[in-house]
């Protein structure tokens, strides 16, 4: 490519049309709808010269947008379209300039009886916007010599890049403020310069993926969807772009951002209420299902009830519900309820939900037989449940029995998977222990949850409250990467001889609410309770997402 077709290409893709722009489509009256729990779209279109449907031949034709319009029109969801506020040239301060100054324009779509209109009042009113834009504020910094090798100041492209990411979001935020539920979707760039030597497609690949990161990063915090472009126009550049000296796309090129910007809408768009169609079990074998009426059910004559593909009931309007019986426990079902008009006309969207009928649970068994009034009941069978404790094989859990030291390591480590590090034995007094319950111990050395006294763990005696509240802290610690650090002191008396440790552990308990002593005690030197260390367990594991 010559510099001069380059500039040209450059240009085409800043410039700013002075154009006295008509309605490409008169709006016209509604043929008679299909019966639709869809609300009626109104599509507002804003952006650059590819939202207004710039040609390769620079002249303004139909775009994306236009494209996307009919799909809604053909669906028979669409209320409006316009896209008289996409502009050739323009850049996201002109997006923001428009928002400031609230524009009036020329109205160019689908549906409308007036000729202009205003930009504030537009984004109020619609359903669905797109947003294309920032292309102009980057391109311009990013030229190409005699050869066709890319010319540029890093800084000022990378500031002009970080510009589009900003008043990307300000764009959003603007949008947002003045219509919240407003549906936006964002257009990705894709490769303009398919025509360039392929030593120098790297380059420009780089830059597009660094515009669409900054598109991207200016999206955070808010709903709008990105529509990715930039893979489906490289599957077939030259036909999509069919000028060399031009960077704007054919109507096939079109139409392929068309489906891109539909594809999203399909899965992200909110057809319909949450609770348009709904199922609630009645027994072991039987739903029933209940929906919402069509928008206008002035002439609807009945609703049809399918399974998967097969019809399997039909009711009269105005009734809603409908009940299936004979189903399968533990099997999903697809349900789908389609309205049908008295002159036979079927709903082209149909309502559709899955659903599970879970089998009944047996009756439930006692688990412990010595904890049916024990205060610790239900975290008791929840630590059980989740593996941390077992109980005896009397089916007794002996609540009220003190937890020894090795027993306390060992359910810590399970629950958090942890494996010792070395081969060696720290401690000298497991001899008589399983080698699994040394390995819980080793692991628990290994990784900084316990400690002994030269050379002995002492497994047999009992974990103290203090000793399981360190434990408890350094496992946090050991599971999140980070110490816990409470930020209040806890208030209990009873604690003040003990290590800051010890103290700031303790603390961390009792700010997670894990331990709330008693009557203002914590009572450190006591024995740990097997039902106290479940609570304590459990409560700290569901505290470090374990």
């Known amino acids: 490519m010559t510099k001069k077709s380059i500039s040209y290409v450059v240009m085409a893709f800043a410039l700013v049309l002075q154009i006295a722009v008509m309605p490409l489509q008169a709006s016209a009256a509604d043929p008679e709808k299909a019966p639709t729990w869809i609300s009626p779209i109104n599509y507002l279109a804003l952006g650059d010269s590819l939202a207004a449907g710039v040609t390769p031949n620079n002249e303004l034709g139909k775009g994306y947008t236009d494209f996307l319009a009919e799909e809604l029109a053909t669906s028979e969801v669409l209320q409006a379209s316009n896209k008289g506020f996409s502009y050739p040239g323009y850049k996201t301060d002109d997006v923001l300039k428009d928002f400031e100054m609230d524009v009036t324009k020329p109205i160019i779509g689908i549906g409308h009886s007036e000729k202009t209109a205003t930009l504030r009042q537009s984004v109020k009113e619609a359903n669905l916007i797109t947003l294309t834009i920032g292309a102009n504020d980057v391109l311009p910094k990013f030229t190409f010599d005699d050869k066709g090798t890319p010319q540029f100041n890093a800084e000022e492209l990378q500031a002009a890049i970080m510009k589009v990411g900003m008043n990307t979001q300000k764009i959003l935020t603007k949008i947002y403020q003045l219509n919240p539920s407003a549906q936006v979707y964002v257009m990705g760039y894709y490769n303009p310069f398919p025509y360039l030597s392929p030593q120098n497609q790297p380059i420009v690949n780089q830059l597009v993926v660094t515009l669409n990161d900054a598109i991207k990063k200016g999206m955070t915090g808010t709903t709008a969807q990105f529509v990715d472009t930039s893979k489906k126009i490289a599957e077939d550049p030259y036909t999509y772009l069919p000028n060399p000296e031009n ?300």
């Open 247 to 546: 960077i704007h796309l054919s109507q096939a090129g079109y139409k392929v951002v068309m489906e891109a910007f539909h594809k999203s809408l399909m899965e992200n768009y909110s057809w319909f209420a949450k609770d348009a169609l709904t199922v609630s079990a009645k027994n072991a074998t039987t739903v029933e299902l209940n929906w919402k009426p069509v928008i206008d059910t002035g002439m609807i004559s009945t609703y049809q009830v399918f399974i998967g593909d097969k019809m399997v009931g039909e009711v009269m309007s105005p009734v809603l519900s409908y009940e299936m019986i004979d189903l399968e426990p533990n099997k999903e079902y697809h349900f789908s309820v389609q309205a049908v008009d008295q002159n036979g006309k079927k709903s082209k969207q149909h309502l559709h939900t899955k659903y599970t009928l879970e089998k009944e649970p047996a009756e439930p068994t006692v688990m412990f037989t010595d904890i049916t009034d024990h205060w610790a009941k239900d975290v008791i069978e929840m630590a059980a449940m989740k593996g941390i404790v077992s109980g005896y094989a009397d089916h007794t859990f002996r609540p009220e029995k003190s937890l020894t030291r090795a027993q306390a390591t060992s359910i810590i480590v399970r629950a958090l998977d942890l494996k010792p590090k070395s081969k060696k034995w720290a401690f000298n007094d497991l001899a008589d222990y399983a080698d699994s319950t040394k390995m819980d111990i080793q692991a628990a050395f290994d990784h900084g949850l316990v400690s002994g006294v030269n050379g002995h763990f002492m497994p047999n005696k009992p974990i103290t409250r203090a000793q399981l509240a360190l434990v408890l802290s350094r496992t946090y610690e050991v599971a999140t990467g980070k110490p816990f650090a409470p930020t209040v002191a806890a208030p209990f008396t009873d604690i003040k001889k003990f290590s800051k440790d010890t103290q700031w552990a303790i603390a961390g308990l009792y700010q997670m609410n894990i331990a709330t002593g008693d009557n203002g005690k914590f009572m450190p030197n006591h024995a740990t309770t097997r039902a106290h260390a479940a609570k304590m367990i459990v409560h700290s594991m569901e505290a470090i997402g374990q």
